[in-house]
């Protein structure tokens, strides 16, 4: 580590105490960025990083709300606008009860790069609540909602910060907060991404980060000549990213051998096919069902639970040829990575936001396998939220088809510029290297241009 990055880690750690996911995020893309820094003296004059690193602005408020039972429930919101150098912000709603400021702002930043990578005019942010919406009511889901629009109304709109979903918030969830922002505003407008198709949504937004993560992958795939066909993958999660990650490897003719959720996962050596995969979108978009009910179903499945004792996850020790991290931030440690190395898996992209521990990175890169982390990777989610943006915009709606080839396209100049960028400034094939400094290129020079803001 450089002593620049040293003094940087000590700063933002003094600075952001108990908060261990941004100081991981960070430091990552500071080491990254030390290379570039090196060649361009003006960045560090005009401490871009620095300013990256701090917030353009963070709301934090109080959503109260009455449950269906009469009872009065309060909750933490948070909208953290990290960064508008390129574009209004835009970026993701969590609604878990593990968020934190901490959580939200590692996420934020990670948000600035990856909408940078894409192409499309458009800053990050990142928002949420510690809410959990697991096993309430669609009632109580709508009250929370709109108690948490009451707030959010006043600090977003379609040229200011433009929320999507993200763990805990998808299809259903938008409608309520949308309904709710139409209602205080009196305007139609596309103040949200992933909205229903026939009130301004885009055809292929509910797939398109499992979709973009599986393009991504056949990307690196192609520089080795190979493809997805015949190949082992291990994926995590059971949410919106795991679903339509694994139907992408299915289209394109690999085997995926597990999946997950918050209380363990699940090993089909006979591979979950498009029949077993239809099983897990009804039993976890309708009935909000657990992933252990799927080995209760199919016989030639294991399910562990998770165990607090284990020092890694069941779900990554498995021999393999490819994985996708598709639920949470860390859910790959030092051991998890060493398991992946040793089963002979060799090709890791990252569905999920930050899933993979810093020890974890780092043995992936010096083993020197295909690793796209998630600020590439999962960055078709976004993009094609940038593309339901132009869409609301034109007031026009885009074939299916039309709308999966920018897709494709986006995915691929992504995997351009990250292999680019890696051969100019550090180890080609370091996709790592070339994710953090091609996102950070095109924001520096924007902020070099808007002056000191
Ligand atoms: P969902 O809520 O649809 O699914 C999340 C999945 O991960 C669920 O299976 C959930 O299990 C599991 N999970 C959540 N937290 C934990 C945990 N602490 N430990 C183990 N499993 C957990 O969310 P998404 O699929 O949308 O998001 C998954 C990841 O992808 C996140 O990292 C998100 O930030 C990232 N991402 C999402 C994008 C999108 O477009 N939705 C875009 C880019 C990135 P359970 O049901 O038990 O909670």
């Known amino acids: 580590m450089s002593q620049y990055v040293k003094d940087l880690m000590a700063e933002v750690k003094a600075k952001n105490p108990a ?16 290379l570039v820094l090196e060649r361009h003296p003006e960045y560090r004059t005009a ?14 408020f109080r959503v109260a709300w009455v449950d269906d039972q009469g009872e009065v429930q309060i909750n933490r919101g948070y909208r953290i606008q990290m960064n508008s150098a390129i574009g209004p912000y835009k970026g993701g709603l969590r609604f878990h009860p593990s968020v934190t400021l901490g959580i939200l702002k590692f996420l934020a930043f990670e948000q600035v790069f990856k909408n940078s990578l894409t192409t499309l005019p458009m800053g990050g942010s990142k928002g949420g609540s510690d809410f959990d919406p697991k096993g309430k009511s669609d009632l109580k889901i709508m009250r929370f909602c709109q108690a948490f629009m009451s707030e959010l ?28 922002y139409k209602r205080l505003r009196n305007e139609f407008t596309g103040v949200l991404t992933g909205k229903g198709l026939n009130w301004g949504g885009s055809l292929v937004r509910p797939e ?15 520089t080795r ?40 996962c699940i090993y089909d050596e006979a591979g979950i096919d498009k029949e077993k995969l239809a099983y897990i979108m009804e039993l976890k978009n309708v009935r909000r069902g657990r992933i252990e009910d799927y080995a209760g179903k199919y016989k030639s499945a294991v399910y562990k639970p998770v165990d607090p ?17 598709c639920a949470t931030q860390n859910e790959i440690n030092e051991k998890d990575a060493a398991n ?49 943006m132009s869409q609301n915009s034109l007031r026009l709606s885009w074939t299916r088809d039309e709308v999966d080839a920018r897709l494709r396209m986006i995915m691929k100049s992504i995997h351009k510029t990250c292999v680019e960028v890696s051969e100019r400034f550090s180890t080609p094939g370091n996709y790592v290297n070339g994710a953090n400094i091609g996102g950070f290129l095109k924001v520096a020079d924007a902020m070099m241009d808007q002056g000191v803001v």
């Open 19 to 34: 908060q261990p996911e941004f100081h991981q995020a960070v430091e990552e893309v500071a080491e990254s960025l030390s």
């Open 47 to 60: 401490r871009i990083l620095e300013r990256m690193i701090e917030p353009e602005r963070v709301i934090m």
């Open 153 to 180: 109304f006043r600090h977003v709109g379609p040229d200011t910060d433009v929320p999507a979903g993200d763990i805990g918030v998808g299809g259903r969830e938008i409608g309520y907060l949308f309904g709710q």
């Open 208 to 222: 398109a980060t499992g979709y973009g993560c599986v393009y991504f992958a056949s990307e690196m795939l192609s």
């Open 225 to 264: 000549g190979q493809t997805l066909e015949g190949k082992k993958c291990l994926v995590s999660g059971s949410g919106n990213v795991a679903q339509y990650t694994v139907e992408k490897i299915l289209e394109l003719g690999g085997k995926v051998l597990t999946l997950s959720d918050s209380n363990g």
């Open 309 to 325: 004792k284990l020092e890694f996850n069941p779900l990554w020790d498995h021999k393999a040829d490819c994985a996708f991290p």
């Open 340 to 388: 992946l190395l040793k089963n002979g898996v060799y090709c890791v992209t990252e569905g999920a936001n930050m899933p993979t521990t810093l020890d974890g990175v780092r043995q992936f890169i010096d083993a020197r396998i295909l690793y796209g982390p998630g600020k590439a990777a999962n960055a078709g989610g976004v993009a094609v939220s940038g593309l339901e």
